[in-house]
């Protein structure tokens, strides 16, 4: 099973920037997709960002042009390169990656969140 594990959240202004990392541990034959999620207060789970294990990438509407996402496949790491930050960003980002056992068992993992907050 893939443990993960998110960091770089904290509070910004308006306009700012933040790279929140995310740091995948465990003995597991491939790591699939990646990606990042978040909760806003008071609002449902959405997707963020996503990228395949080949590099392909995806991202919400709301934040095209805004975030990056990049993955390190030697080093199990996704990060998400957040700029131009706007108050409406304000949430709980999770780190979710799909996993596969060398019997070919899929697994989905979450991290446990970090926050991130902008203000106006």
């Known amino acids: 099973q893939v443990q993960l594990v998110e960091s770089g959240g904290g509070l910004v202004q308006a306009g700012g920037s933040l790279t929140l990392s995310c740091a995948a541990s465990g003995n597991v034959f491939s790591i699939n997709d990646m990606g990042w999620y978040r909760r806003a207060p008071g609002k449902q789970r959405e997707l963020v960002a996503s990228?395949?294990?080949?590099?392909?990438?995806n991202y919400a509407d709301s934040v095209k042009g805004r975030f990056t996402i990049s993955r390190d496949n030697a080093k199990n790491t996704v990060n998400l390169q957040m700029n131009s930050l706007k108050p409406e960003d304000t949430a709980v980002y999770y780190c979710?990656?799909?996993?596969?056992?060398?019997?070919?068992?899929?697994?989905?993992?979450w991290g446990q969140g970090t926050q991130v907050t902008v203000s106006s």
């Open positions: 979710n990656a799909e996993s596969q056992s060398r019997i070919g068992l899929l697994r989905n993992s």
């Open positions: 990228t395949t294990k080949g590099g392909r990438t």
